[in-house]
C-alpha cells in the first residue's frame, strides 16, 4: 500500500504515468523497475527490516505498481490485487452479516455473481437498482435504500449498457445516509474519469483490461484516500492473499506508461465506429455515451474527459443477428475481456453476462458489444460494415 509522490503533484498525467513509483533504482541508475522475485527478505533482528518481511505482504515491484496507480487515481493509497473480482472481494469484505449493499441494475455479470453466490450466502443483503443518471439514479438509490445499507457500488460507464451515473450526486446522496460509495473506473480508467475527486469513497479496477492493455495480465485494484478504509483493504488483501505476482504488476506497469496515448486512440476509434453503427439497417440501437443524444452524454460529458473505447449496439434481427455478426468479423476477435490494443466483439447474454440470464440483470439477447482497439479505423469499420451486411437477416426479409 502506497502513497501519492507529492513532489509530482503539478505534473500532468502522461508524466506522472511514466514516473510516478518508479524513479530510476538508486543502485543501478535502471529506469524500470526491477522485477523483485524474492518470496522472503532477512531482517537484521527480530522485527528490523528494510519494509518487507514476505512477498503476500508486501513486494517493492507491487510497491511500485501501487504507488503510480494511486498517484494517477488522486488517492492515498492503492492496493494490488490477483484480479478485479479479488480486488472486489476485499472490497466486499469491508460488509459484515447484516449489511446491505446497492449494487446497479446493469452490473457486471462477475460482479453480480460475486454479490449474489458469495457474499449473500455469507449474510450480506443486496438490492440491484438503476443508478445511471438517464434512469434517475438520485431516484433509484433512494428507492433501494435500507436502514441497514452501507454502500453503493456503480459501475460508469457500465458494462455492457454503457451507461453512466452522476458520481457527485451518488456521492453525496451515499454519504448523506452514511455509506460509502465505490465506484468501478475499468472502462474509465483514471486517465478519462477519476471518481475519487468527485466524490467517492473507493475506487475499484480490473487492471486486465485498459490498464495493461495488452492482453497478456491479469490483476486487480484498489484506490482511497480514507485512511481507515486502507487499513482493512490492506488487512484483507494480505490475509485472504489474492496478490498479483511480480512479474504482473510489472506488466502493468509498462502498459500504465502508455494509457493516456492509447486511450485517445480508443476513444478517436469508437467514435468513428459508434457513429457508422448509427446508420446501418441493421443496427436498432448504439450505446455510446460519446453521441451527442446518448442518454448519458450530458454527465459523461461532466466528469469524463472522453467516452472511451467501448461500443455496444443491439441488432434490428435480435439474437440471430447478433450471432451471425458475431461470428462473421475478421479483424474484430470473437472472445471475452476487453481493453487491449487489439478490437474484440462479444455476445454478452451468453458469454461475460451469462451469469445474470434469467435475472433482473439479463441482458438483451440481440446486443453486441464492442472493445474498440487500435488498429486503422478504416479497417475496422470496413470488416464491421460487411459483417453487419452479411449477418443481418432482417435485410433479407
Same mark, same amino acid.
Given at each position: ?61 507491487? =510497491?511500485?505498481? *501501487? ?17 478485479? $473480482? ?8 469491508? $460488509? ?40 434517475? @439514479? ?59 475527486? $468527485? ?20 490483476? @486487480?485494484?484498489?484506490?482511497?484516500? !480514507? ?25 502493468? $506497469?509498462? @502498459? ?13 476509434? =469508437? *467514435? =468513428? ?35 472511451? @473505447? ?10 440471430? !443477428? ?19 490494443? *487489439? ?55
Amino acid at each position: 500500500m502506497s502513497g501519492r509522490d507529492g513532489q509530482r503533484e503539478q505534473d500532468g498525467f502522461e508524466t506522472r504515468a511514466i514516473h510516478a513509483g518508479a524513479p530510476p533504482d538508486p543502485v543501478t541508475g535502471a529506469v524500470v523497475p526491477a522485477v523483485s522475485l524474492s518470496t522472503t527478505y532477512a531482517q537484521s533482528a527480530v522485527g528490523e527490516h528494510l519494509g518487507y518481511e514476505y512477498s503476500r505482504s508486501g513486494n517493492p515491484t507491487r =510497491a511500485a505498481l *501501487e504507488a503510480c496507480l494511486a498517484d494517477l487515481e488522486g488517492a492515498a493509497h492503492g492496493l494490488a490485487f490477483s484480479s478485479g $473480482l479479488a480486488a472486489e472481494h476485499a472490497v466486499l469484505s469491508l $460488509l459484515v452479516p447484516g449489511d446491505h449493499v446497492i449494487i446497479p441494475g446493469d452490473a457486471y455479470g462477475g460482479t453480480f455473481r460475486l454479490v449474489d453466490r458469495v457474499h449473500q450466502p455469507m449474510g450480506v443483503a443486496y438490492t440491484s437498482a438503476s443508478l445511471t443518471s438517464a434512469a434517475g @439514479g438520485l431516484a433509484g438509490l433512494e428507492a433501494a435504500w435500507q436502514p441497514t445499507t452501507k454502500m453503493v457500488w456503480v459501475e460508469t460507464p457500465s458494462n455492457p449498457l454503457l451507461g453512466i451515473a452522476d458520481i457527485a450526486a451518488l456521492a453525496a446522496a451515499t454519504h448523506d445516509r452514511g455509506g460509502v460509495l465505490v465506484v468501478d473506473n475499468t472502462f474509465a480508467t483514471p486517465y478519462l474519469q477519476q471518481p475519487l475527486a $468527485l466524490g467517492a469513497d473507493i475506487v475499484v479496477h480490473s487492471t486486465t483490461k485498459y490498464l495493461g492493455g495488452h492482453s497478456d495480465v491479469v490483476g @486487480g485494484f484498489a484506490a482511497t484516500s !480514507d485512511g481507515c478504509l486502507a487499513e482493512r483493504l490492506a488487512f484483507f488483501q494480505n490475509s485472504i492473499g489474492g496478490v498479483p505476482s511480480p512479474f504482473d504488476c510489472y506488466l502493468v $506497469l509498462r @502498459g500504465i506508461k502508455t494509457l493516456a496515448v492509447r486511450m485517445e486512440r480508443h476513444c478517436d476509434n =469508437a *467514435e =468513428a465506429v459508434a457513429s457508422m453503427l448509427q446508420s446501418h439497417p441493421a443496427v436498432s440501437r448504439v450505446l455510446y455515451p460519446g453521441l451527442p443524444r446518448d442518454p448519458g452524454a450530458a454527465v459523461s460529458s461532466q466528469q469524463m474527459r472522453r467516452a472511451g @473505447g467501448m461500443v455496444s449496439f443491439i441488432l434490428a434481427g435480435g439474437e440471430p !443477428d447478433a450471432l451471425d455478426v458475431a461470428r462473421s468479423t475478421r479483424l474484430w476477435t470473437l472472445a471475452e475481456s476487453l481493453g487491449a490494443v *487489439e478490437s474484440l466483439i462479444e455476445h454478452p447474454h451468453r458469454m461475460t453476462h451469462a451469469s445474470v440470464a434469467g435475472s433482473p440483470l439479463a441482458v438483451d439477447p440481440g446486443l453486441l458489444r464492442l472493445s474498440v482497439g487500435l488498429e486503422s479505423v478504416a479497417d475496422l469499420i470496413s470488416d464491421l460494415t460487411e459483417a453487419l451486411d452479411r449477418g443481418g437477416r432482417h435485410l433479407a426479409r
